[in-house]
């Protein structure tokens, strides 16, 4: 069965950076376009960053473009979103997800079909 724990949240000032972390078991990490997600309170989800499975193409939404940074590691089985620069409406719940694919990256959530269970980003002073 697969599995996805992300880890890393946490509460910063504007203009701070975190870095998330998500753990996959169950499947060949490296076979999978894997993304991040994010849903603020009050709206719907929304693509933030992707990722193809050797890691060589990435997308990103607008909102946070020069300011995060997806990577993963295969071998050690982990999948990176770098963010700087944090700013308050960046605030929501962050989760990762695997597409059953490894080329194309997308931010459509209906592209994934493994989910973890998210974790807290609250950007605030």
């Known amino acids: 069965q697969r599995q996805l724990v992300e880890s890393g949240g946490g509460l910063v000032q504007p203009g701070g950076s975190l870095r998330l972390a998500c753990t996959p078991s169950g499947f060949t990490f490296g076979h999978f376009t894997m993304g991040w997600f994010r849903q603020a309170p009050g709206k719907e989800r929304e693509g933030v960053s992707a990722?193809?499975?050797?890691?060589?193409?990435?997308k990103y939404t607008d909102s946070v473009k020069g300011r995060f940074t997806i990577s993963r590691d295969n071998p050690q089985n982990t999948l990176y979103l770098q963010m700087n620069s944090l700013k308050p409406e960046d605030t929501a719940i962050y989760y990762c997800?695997?597409?059953?694919?490894?080329?194309?990256?997308?931010?459509?959530?209906?592209?994934?079909?493994?989910w973890g269970q998210g974790t807290q980003v609250t950007v605030s002073s």
């Open positions: 990722i193809s499975g050797n890691g060589l193409g990435t």
């Open positions: 997800a695997a597409a059953p694919q490894r080329f194309f990256t997308t931010l459509r959530s209906e592209d994934y079909d493994t």
